[in-house]
């Protein structure tokens, strides 16, 4: 299996260091870059070809949604997970309608989830379990922006 291509994009660089070290305790996937905002985020993919961005939702400038949704337009084949220690419908309604594949609690034991990403990035929605527990999946907008 080749190496998924991941970028981390999140202003805290000891949360992103913690992410990077569980990713590659799981394998099968290379950190290619690592982004603070979401300008360098978006000035990092025109460059690298990425397979899959693990992105905050609060970023200083263009935030997390924004770039994710320009992400999503320019790269429509970029896998774009979204996460926040913010666990509300309203953020997790626009990150999906930004074009995010998912969303993740910063909260949680995500291991088993960011290892079903890694191995088969392409099989669907991607949630944390209390946030598909919590939420209410009618009432969340999928429709792309």
Avoid: C, W
Avoid at 92 to 116: E, F, P, T, W
């Amino acid at each position: 299996m080749k190496a998924k291509k991941i970028i981390l994009v999140d202003n805290n660089k000891f949360f992103r260091k913690a992410l990077r070290e569980i990713i590659m305790s799981i394998g099968g996937a290379e950190i290619v870059a690592e982004a603070a905002s979401g300008k360098e985020f978006l000035d990092i993919i025109e460059l690298k070809h990425v397979d899959i961005t693990f992105i905050n939702i609060k970023l200083h400038g263009i935030d997390g949604v924004e770039a994710t949704k320009i992400a999503h337009l320019s790269k429509p084949e970029m896998i774009i997970i979204g996460f926040s220690s913010f666990e509300n419908q309203r953020y997790i309604s626009q990150m999906l309608a930004a074009g995010a594949k998912g969303y993740l609690s910063k909260n949680r034991d995500n291991y088993d989830l960011l290892k079903s990403i890694i191995e088969n990035p392409y099989q669907g929605l991607f949630l944390s379990k209390e946030i598909e527990q919590n939420i209410n999946m009618n009432q969340i907008n999928f429709k792309v922006v």
